[in-house]
């Protein structure tokens, strides 16, 4: 899973990246045009929600997991670069700690034990 999770990353940073500078070049208020139309509204709120508790579940699972200290950082470039980036770049850096972490028991394992 980790390549269909960076593959993702990379569009979803591309694909909003492509539409801020579209908006930037356009000189509209970005905040604003998040909240200009109940549709609009709805999705804002949508994705503020879905980016909250992504960005609580990549910290709280990175912790569990014991991944990299510096998995908190994916947290304030949420805000910077994108979620739509960030939580599936964390998704495959998580299924590569669980691959790595996995691979590691079963090498710690006595041979007739082992799978």
């Not at 998040?34 to 508790?53: H, L, M, P, Y």
């Not at 699972?61 to 979620?83: D, T």
Request: charged share 15%.
């Amino acid at each position: 899973m980790r390549t269909p999770y960076l593959v993702l990353a990379v569009i979803g940073g591309a694909g909003t990246w492509f539409f801020n500078l579209r908006s930037m070049a356009a000189g509209e208020d970005y905040v604003a045009g998040w909240f200009a139309s109940a549709a609009s509204s709805s999705a804002a709120v949508d994705v503020i929600v879905v980016a909250f508790v992504a960005c609580m579940f990549m910290v709280l699972e990175g912790r569990r997991l014991g991944m990299s200290r510096a998995v908190w950082l994916l947290v304030p470039l949420s805000l910077v670069v994108a979620i739509a980036f960030t939580f599936p770049v964390f998704l495959a850096w998580r299924e590569h700690h669980l691959l790595r972490s996995t691979d590691a028991r079963a090498a710690a394992l006595p041979e007739s034990v082992a799978p």
